[in-house]
């Protein structure tokens, strides 16, 4: 059974509906009225699965949503 985490969906959803925003764990936990302590493994989560990607390092570090290359699917569907 598959168990969806409602924090990292919120995290996605955010980074989605905002994809060009650049934040820090702090910033994103000000946003989104949550603690750093529990967005910092969420968002290495998401580095790892490639739906995000970090820049830099430590709490400085910046997170932005990388999109899928839908148009690169599409275009290797139809030709391929």
Not at 16 to 39: I, K, M
Not at 58 to 72: H, K, S
Request: proline share 4%; net charge negative; glycine share 4%.
């Amino acid at each position: 059974m598959l168990q969806l985490n409602p924090l990292k969906v919120e995290c996605t959803l955010f980074f989605e509906e905002n994809p060009y925003t650049f934040e820090t764990v702090e910033g994103l936990a000000s946003r989104l009225g949550r603690r750093t302590t529990e967005l910092a493994q969420i968002l290495e989560h998401l580095v790892t699965v490639s739906i995000l990607e970090k820049i830099g390092d430590g709490e400085q570090a910046i997170y932005r949503y990388l999109q899928p290359d839908t148009f690169q699917f599409q275009r290797e569907a139809i030709w391929d």
